[in-house]
């Protein structure tokens, strides 16, 4: 089992912007999107992605390294052991792919439909969501580090049992999340809709607004079992 967070800041760190090449410096991909395959400072579209009738895709192993992948889909596929450093992803379908034990690194997606994405066990590191809909993520075992959550609608995501450090949200809509057996330091959850939430007392030490007392401290007297008659 991995060893607790220690780091109690108030203040997350915000995560690291990916390092992406200019656009005239990224070329065409020269090889498919495929399990174990590699793309290295493409610049990669719909089009390289499968294709409708070919079904889901099998991309386990496959690493891409500083890239922009736009309008890229892939809606139910399977990518265990993914591997994305330094890569941004603008108005992609993932809903529904499961990338178990992935490793994003200084990602950024942004207005990406990701909702019911699976990366229980995967490492996030310097990762950034903004105006994403990552409905029922799943983020189970994972763990996280500088992550934020800009305007992304992430109802009934899941981190149970996930280790979080250095995790921001502005304008996240987090109703229903389960933090159940979760770890976190030094987050900031000011700004999200945290009603319905499961395990909030993992939430301890976290920082949140006036506003979200009332959520938050329902879902703590749920949890206590406390009745209020």
Known sequence: MAPPLRRRSENPRPPTAPSVPRHEQLDAPGSELEADGLWDGVLAGAEDGPGPMDGPADLGGMEIRESLVQGLRLSSARADSL?????????CDLSGLVADGASLTRVRFVGCRLTGLVLSAARLTDVSFEDCHADMINLRMARLARVRLSGTRGRQAD????????????????RGANFERAQLAAADLRGADLEDLRGASALRGALISPEQILGVGLALIGETGIRVV
């Open 83 to 91: 591997r994305l450093t330094d890569v941004e992803l603008r108005d």
């Open 159 to 174: 981190f149970h049992e996930a280790q979080v450090s250095d995790l921001s949200t502005e304008g996240a809509d987090l």
